[in-house]
Nanobody
Framework: EVQLAESGGGLVQAGGSLKLSCTASGFTFDAIGWFRQAPGKEREGVSV????????FYADSVKGRFTISSDNHENTVYLQMDNVSPADTAVYFC????????????????????WGQGTLVTVSS
């Protein structure tokens, strides 16, 4: 079955930490990462990992606070979110496909193949 299964969302206080997980199965890809959509806003790139060369890409707004990593054996990608703020409140989606580029300070997967169902992250002030 082709799917991206996310977990780890929830409620966290400002300044706290949260870790999201996404496990891919049933398809191949060379780029996988996290995107988010806040209420009334468009979906935006947060962080992407290129499996081709191991490079990581981050949105300007999360650099130094969020860390993307992977467990290739389990085909799982993680997003460690530290020092979160209410501005980080959003539904976080895992996405996978082929190729990565930066645009307007945010990572984009050039050929997006699959989205996960999303997990809600709420940061309280």
């Amino acid at each position: 079955e082709v799917q991206l299964a996310e977990s780890g969302g929830g409620l966290v206080q400002a300044g706290g930490s949260l870790k999201l997980s996404c496990t891919a199965s049933g398809f191949t890809f060379d780029a996988i990462g996290w995107f988010r959509q806040a209420p009334g806003k468009e979906r935006e790139g947060v962080s992407v990992l290129s499996n081709t060369d191991g490079k990581t890409f981050y949105a300007d707004s999360v650099k130094g606070r969020f860390t993307i990593s992977s467990d290739n054996h389990e085909n799982t990608v993680y997003l460690q979110m530290d020092n979160v703020s209410p501005a980080d409140t959003a539904v976080y989606f895992c996405g996978a496909g082929f190729g990565v580029r930066m645009e307007d300070g945010m990572p984009i997967i050039k050929s997006l193949y699959r989205w996960g169902q999303g997990t809600l992250v709420t940061v309280s002030s």
